[in-house]
C-alpha cells in the first residue's frame, strides 16, 4: 500500500514516518518547497523527528511539492493548518487550497482521511463537495473519512502506535477502510458512527483542556488575594487518587491546538443559535493570564523599588510549552509586547529557540542574562534548565510554573 500525507508539519511528518517505519511507501506532499528539500536530503525539522529517524527511511519516504504524486496512492491523510482569522473565526483556506489540489489527481478506489482538528460537519460539508469536483463521489467510488490527530509534540510515553485513534466514515466502508489503514500503525482504532462524532471527539478532548486550564488560572489570581499558594493547593488536590485530575495554573494558553480549536466549535454552534459559555468564558480567562502575569512581573519590580519603565527583564522559556520549540500563540510573546509597552528592557533565554525574529530578539546566554537581568520571569519551564541556580543568580525571579516549589528565598515570588 502506497500512502500520501498532505502537509509535513508536526502532525503530518510524525505520521508519514510511521507509515514508512511500518514498511509501507510514502509520498509526502507540502506546499512549502524547503520542507520537502530537506527532507529529501535527511534533515528534519520537526523536534519529535531526528535525522537519525529519517536516515533508515530514505528509500520509503519522499516529500514533493508535487500533487501529481498522489494519484498513485491507495490512501491519502490531510494534515493541513486548520488556524483562525483575525476574527477568530475558523479558516479553512489550507483545507480548501490542499482538496482542491487533490481533487484533480483524485482517482477510484482511493481513501481520503482528514486528520485537521476542525469543527463538526467539515468532512462531510466542506471537503466531500471539493473532492466531489473530481467528478467522483464519495462513499462510492472512493472513500472518506475523518480521524482526528492527537499527537503531543515532546512527549515520549505516548506514540503514534499507542494512542488509540479515533475514525469516523462517511459510510461503514470508509470507516472500515480507515480502520485498516491506521492499524498499520495504530495498536488500537476505535471507529466512530459519523465524522461529525469523530470531529467533535477530538474538540471535546481540547475544550476539555482549556476549561480546566482556565479554572485553574482562575483559582490563581483569588488564591494571590486570599494570600494562598496555589501550588500547594493543587499539589494537595492531586493527592486523590480518584475524582480529580490535575492542571497546573500558568502564564495562558499557547499552541496551534487549545487557544485555536474551541473557537471551532463555538463558530459552528453560533450557526445554530447556540452560544457555548464554558468555551468563550475559559478563552476569555486564558487570554488574560499573560496580562495578570505582566502585572505580577510590575509588582515584584515594584517590591524591589524599581519602575518597569528602564527594568531589564529575562524572560526564560518563550516556546509554548516545555521541551519543545514551538512559539505558536506562546503567552511569552504577549508577555514580551506587554513588558516592552510599559518600557522594559526585555531579553529571553530558550534553549529550543534560537531567535525571535518577529521581536528581533535572539536567545541571550543564561549566566550573562541572569547577571544583566533586574528580574527573571520564567514563562516556560523547559526540564533542562536548573531552577534553583537561577534563583541563586537572578536578582529577581518571578515563577509562573511552579518549578521553584520548595524553595524559600527573598528575590523569589511566585504565581
Ligand atoms: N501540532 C500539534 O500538536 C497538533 C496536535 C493535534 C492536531 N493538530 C492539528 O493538525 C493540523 C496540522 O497542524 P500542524 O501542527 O502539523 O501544522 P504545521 O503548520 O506544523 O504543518 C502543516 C504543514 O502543512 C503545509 N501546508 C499548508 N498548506 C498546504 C497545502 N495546501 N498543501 C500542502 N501542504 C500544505 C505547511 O507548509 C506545513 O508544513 C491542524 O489542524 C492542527 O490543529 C496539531
Not at 165 to 177: D, F, M, N, Q, S
Not at 325 to 345: F, K, V, Y
Not at 363 to 391: C, F, K, M, N, W
Request: with cysteine.
Amino acid at each position: 500500500m502506497k500512502i500520501g500525507v498532505i502537509g509535513l508539519g508536526y502532525v503530518g511528518l510524525p505520521l508519514a514516518v510511521a507509515f514508512a517505519e511500518a514498511g509501507r511507501e510514502v509520498v509526502g506532499v507540502d506546499a512549502d518547497p524547503a520542507k520537502a528539500e530537506a527532507l529529501n536530503a535527511g534533515r528534519s525539522y520537526v523536534e519529535d523527528i531526528a535525522d537519525d529517524t529519517l536516515a533508515p527511511l530514505s528509500e520509503r519516504l519522499r516529500a514533493t511539492t508535487d500533487y501529481a504524486e498522489l494519484g498513485s496512492c491507495e490512501a491519502v491523510a490531510i494534515c493541513v493548518p486548520t488556524p483562525l482569522t483575525g476574527a477568530r473565526e475558523p479558516d479553512l483556506t489550507y483545507l480548501t487550497a490542499a482538496a482542491t489540489a487533490l481533487a484533480s489527481v483524485l482517482r477510484a478506489g482511493q481513501l481520503v482521511v482528514l486528520e485537521s482538528t476542525t469543527y463538526p460537519g467539515t468532512t462531510r460539508e466542506r471537503l466531500q463537495p471539493i473532492l466531489e469536483g473530481s467528478g467522483l463521489s464519495a462513499g462510492a467510488d472512493f472513500n472518506l473519512a475523518f480521524s482526528p490527530e492527537r499527537i503531543d509534540p515532546g512527549r515520549t510515553d505516548y506514540t503514534v502506535r499507542t494512542t488509540p485513534k479515533l475514525v469516523g466514515g462517511l459510510t461503514e466502508a470508509c470507516a472500515e477502510r480507515a480502520r485498516e489503514l491506521y492499524e498499520l500503525v495504530c495498536d488500537e482504532v476505535v471507529v466512530l458512527s459519523t465524522p461529525e462524532a469523530a470531529e467533535l471527539s477530538k474538540l471535546l478532548e481540547n475544550i476539555f483542556r482549556s476549561v480546566n486550564i482556565a479554572l485553574v488560572n482562575e483559582l490563581s489570581q483569588l488564591c494571590d488575594r486570599l494570600g494562598i499558594d496555589i501550588w500547594e493547593v493543587v499539589d494537595a488536590a492531586a493527592t486523590k487518587p480518584f475524582g480529580f485530575m490535575r492542571f497546573d495554573p500558568g502564564p495562558g494558553m499557547g499552541g496551534h491546538c487549545l487557544p485555536v480549536d474551541p473557537f471551532y466549535l463555538a463558530f459552528k454552534a453560533r450557526e445554530h443559535d447556540f452560544y457555548p459559555e464554558f468555551i468563550e468564558l475559559a478563552g476569555k480567562i486564558n487570554r488574560a493570564q499573560p496580562g495578570y502575569c505582566t502585572e505580577r512581573i510590575a509588582r515584584a519590580l515594584n517590591e524591589a523599588e524599581k519602575p518597569v519603565k528602564g527594568s531589564r527583564v529575562l524572560v526564560l522559556g518563550v516556546a509554548y510549552k516545555p521541551g519543545v520549540g514551538d512559539t505558536r500563540e506562546s503567552p511569552a510573546l504577549e508577555m514580551i509586547g506587554l513588558l516592552r509597552e510599559l518600557g522594559a528592557e526585555v531579553t529571553y533565554h530558550d534553549p529550543h529557540v534560537p531567535e525571535l525574529p518577529q521581536l528581533d530578539l535572539s536567545s541571550v546566554d543564561l549566566e550573562q542574562g541572569l547577571s544583566d537581568a533586574d528580574a527573571a520571569a520564567i514563562v516556560t519551564a523547559h526540564p533542562e534548565l536548573d531552577y534553583a541556580a537561577v534563583v541563586s543568580k537572578a536578582a529577581l525571579v518571578v515563577d509562573f510554573r511552579g518549578v521553584t516549589r520548595g524553595i524559600e528565598a527573598a528575590n523569589l515570588v511566585r504565581l
